[in-house]
C-alpha cells in the first residue's frame, strides 16, 4: 500500500492490504489504529483467545497471522484503549459480517466466485445517450418468503425471482438501497457498520457477485446506493475505533448527522481513503455499474444547511474522489442524490465540478407531485410548476427520480398523491406518467410504484402484489409496462437528453385548460406529447406543426384497454399544413410518431 497516499486520501486500493487476507498458510489480518495502547485477535480459529497483533510500519498499523484461518470464519479486533480499557471490534475493511445483533467480521475469498459477464462489462456505458430507466428497490421487502419481518429471499433466489420481472415489464437498471452491512433494519441501510460488508440478510459476498453476474448476462445493469456521509454509531464498529475520534469529528456540533450517526471527518486523508477504497470496491470486486451517493448536500454544506457554508474540504473529497472513480471506470454511472442548486454537480471534476454524472432532480419531482396533489380547479394557478424545471433543466445533467423517499413517512404513495377519489387516481396516474417519461432526463421509479400501491411502503413487508387481482390495477400495471417499451424503443425519448435541440415547447401557454404540448427529436424521429390535465373535456384543441404531415398514435393514457375511456379506431391523424384539432379526454397523455 502506498502509505504516504493513505494518509493524504489519494489511494482507492487500501482494502487490498487492510483487512483480512487468503495467503499461502493461513490469513493476514491487518488494521488502522493509531491510538490504541494494544490489540489483539480474537476469532474461531483461535478459540476466541487473544493473539497479540504487532506494530507494522510507523507504529499505526498493526497485524496478526492466523496459519489455521480459513473463508468463513469469523473474528473480531479486540481494541485496547490508553486507559486499558478495550472494546471488540469489527474489521472496518472486513468483507463480511454477522447479522444484527451479533458483530464479528468474516474472512471472505473474493476470489472464490469466477464472473462470466465480459459481454455486458465491455459494452455498458454511463447511458448519456442510451435509455436508462431504473427500478429502485429494497432488497428485503420487494417479495418475501413469509409475512415475518426478518424472513428474505437470498442472493441467489432474487436474481430468480426479480431478472424475469425487469425484463418482462421493461427496466434495464436496477437500483439497490444499500447493501452494506447495517444494524437496524429500519435504517434501510443508510447507517452502516460494514462498508466493505455486503450484509448477511441475504446471503454470503459471492452470492451476490453471482447475482451482479446473472443481472449483467441478462442486459440489466445494478447501481447500489452508497453512503459516504455518516455512519453507524454502535461501538463495535466505527464510533471511537481506537479510542479515538478516528473516523468522526471530535466536535458534537459537527459530528452527529441529523440522524442522530457520526459524520465523517472528510478533511482526513486516512477517511478520504477509506471511502474512496470503499467505493472502488464495489465498482471492482462486485461489477456494480454505477453508485448514487447519498445526501450530497450534507456533503456540500456543513450540516446540509447552506446558511453555515461550504465544506470546502468534503466538497474537494467528492470531486476526487469522483475524478479518481471515473479514471478506474470511465463507463461507471455516478449519481448524486442532492436538492440544493450548488453549481457544477455533473461538470468533470477535471473541469473543477463535482464529477458525477447525473444529478437527481428534486425540484422537478417536488414541483410535479404539489401539482397533481392539486385539485383541478386550482391547477390553472399552479400551470407554470410544470414548466419551471425545463427553464433551469440543461444545468445539469439530470435524473428525474421517484424514489423510496416519496413514498414514506406520511407522504403516501405515489397513487395516492394524485388528487381526488380512488377512481380518479388512475387516470391521473397514467398521465403524469407520460409526463415524466416524455421529460427529458434519465427516469428512476421505486418498487410498487409501478402497479399503483396504496399503502406506504414498509421495509418489513412485500409489495402488495395481491392487488394486482384488482382489474384497475392489473391494467395500470400493464400501461407502466408498455411505456417502459416504447421508452427504450424509441431514441427521442433518451438520445438527446441533455442536448437543447432534443425539446422544443409545442404549447405551455394554455393555463385556462391545463393543456401541455412539446415534442421530443432525436435524429429524424419526432415524438408529440400532449397533456389535459384539466378534470373537462378539452375539444377542437388545435396544434400547429411544422413541416408534419402525419400524427401516428404511439400510445394513449385513456385508452380502454388500460381501463380508460377513450376506443381508438383511428390511429393515423392526417396534418393539412402542420395542423390537427384534438379532442382530450380529462386527466389524460397522448403520444403521436410525428411524419
Not at 9 to 31: C, N, P
Request: net charge negative; proline share 4%.
Amino acid at each position: 500500500m502506498d502509505f504516504y497516499g493513505f494518509y493524504t486520501g489519494k489511494i482507492f486500493d487500501a482494502y487490498q492490504f487492510l483487512g483480512a487476507h487468503m495467503e499461502s498458510g493461513g490469513v493476514t489480518f491487518r488494521t488502522f489504529a493509531p491510538g490504541a495502547s494494544r490489540i489483539s485477535l480474537i476469532g474461531e480459529f483461535n478459540d476466541w483467545q487473544e493473539w497479540e497483533m504487532h506494530k507494522i510500519y510507523d507504529g499505526n498499523f498493526w497485524e496478526c497471522h492466523a496459519p489455521a484461518a480459513v473463508p468463513g470464519q469469523m473474528y473480531k479486533y479486540r481494541i485496547y484503549r490508553q486507559d486499558q480499557s478495550y472494546m471488540d471490534h469489527c474489521d472496518p475493511y472486513g468483507f463480511g459480517m454477522e447479522l444484527r445483533p451479533d458483530s464479528a467480521s468474516y474472512i471472505r475469498d473474493l476470489s472464490e466466485y469466477t464472473y462470466q459477464d465480459s459481454r455486458w462489462m465491455q459494452k455498458r456505458s454511463d447511458c448519456k445517450d442510451k435509455p436508462l430507466n431504473i427500478y429502485e428497490i429494497h432488497f428485503g421487502s420487494f417479495k418475501k418468503p413469509s409475512d415475518k419481518a426478518d424472513d428474505w429471499y437470498t442472493y441467489t433466489e432474487m436474481a430468480d425471482i426479480l431478472i424475469p420481472y425487469l425484463k418482462e415489464y421493461g427496466y434495464n437498471y436496477v437500483e439497490i438501497m444499500p447493501l452494506s452491512e447495517h444494524p437496524c433494519d429500519e435504517s434501510w441501510g443508510y447507517q452502516n457498520t460494514g462498508f466493505f460488508s455486503p450484509t448477511s440478510r441475504y446471503g454470503t459476498a459471492s452470492e451476490l457477485m453471482e447475482f451482479i453476474d446473472r443481472c449483467h448476462r441478462s442486459d440489466i445493469g445494478v447501481i447500489l446506493d452508497f453512503v459516504p456521509v455518516h455512519f453507524a454509531v454502535d461501538g463495535y464498529a466505527l464510533a471511537h475505533y481506537d479510542g479515538t475520534a478516528l473516523y468522526e469529528y471530535p466536535h458534537h456540533d459537527v459530528g452527529v448527522s441529523e440522524w442522530g450517526s457520526c459524520n465523517f471527518m472528510h478533511s482526513r486523508g486516512e477517511v478520504r481513503s477509506f471511502l474512496q477504497s470503499a467505493a472502488n470496491y464495489w465498482l471492482t470486486e462486485y461489477h456494480i455499474d454505477g453508485i448514487r451517493m447519498d445526501a450530497i448536500s450534507r456533503i456540500i454544506y456543513w450540516q446540509g444547511e447552506p446558511a453555515r457554508g461550504v465544506n470546502n474540504t468534503a466538497v474537494e473529497f467528492i470531486r476526487e474522489m469522483n475524478r479518481g472513480l471515473k479514471e478506474m471506470h470511465p463507463t461507471a454511472i455516478l449519481s448524486a442524490e442532492d436538492s440544493t442548486s450548488y453549481p457544477g454537480v455533473t461538470k468533470p471534476a477535471k473541469e473543477g465540478g463535482l464529477g458525477f454524472d447525473y444529478k437527481w432532480d428534486m425540484g422537478w419531482m417536488n414541483d410535479t407531485l404539489d401539482y397533481f396533489r392539486t385539485g383541478p380547479g386550482y391547477r390553472t394557478e399552479s400551470y407554470h410548476k410544470l414548466t419551471f424545471s425545463m427553464m433551469y433543466y440543461y444545468n445539469y445533467a439530470f435524473l428525474l427520480p421517484l424514489s423510496h423517499d416519496e413514498v414514506v413517512h406520511g407522504k403516501a404513495s405515489i397513487m395516492q398523491k394524485m388528487h381526488g377519489d380512488y377512481d380518479e387516481k388512475f387516470p391521473q396516474a397514467r398521465a403524469f406518467y407520460m409526463y415524466m417519461y416524455a421529460h427529458p432526463g434519465k427516469k428512476l421509479n421505486f418498487m410498487g410504484n409501478e402497479f399503483g400501491q396504496l399503502r406506504e411502503w414498509d421495509e418489513k413487508r412485500q409489495q402488495d402484489w395481491d392487488i394486482l387481482t384488482y382489474p384497475i390495477h392489473d391494467a395500470f400495471h400493464r400501461f407502466i409496462k408498455e411505456l417502459n417499451r416504447i421508452y427504450l424503443k424509441h431514441p427521442a425519448f433518451w438520445q438527446t437528453d441533455h442536448d437543447t435541440a432534443g425539446f422544443s415547447w409545442i404549447d405551455c401557454h394554455q393555463e385556462g385548460r391545463c393543456i401541455y404540448s412539446f415534442e421530443r427529436i432525436a435524429g429524424k424521429e419526432r415524438i408529440l406529447a400532449v397533456f389535459n390535465f384539466s378534470d373537462q373535456v378539452q375539444e377542437d384543441y388545435m396544434l400547429e406543426l411544422k413541416d408534419a404531415r402525419t400524427l401516428t398514435l404511439l400510445l394513449a393514457s385513456d385508452a380502454q384497454e388500460y381501463a380508460g375511456t377513450k376506443k381508438y379506431d383511428k390511429t393515423v391523424i392526417e396534418t393539412p399544413g402542420g395542423r390537427a384539432a384534438l379532442t382530450l379526454t380529462p386527466y389524460s397523455g397522448i403520444y403521436y410518431l410525428v411524419d
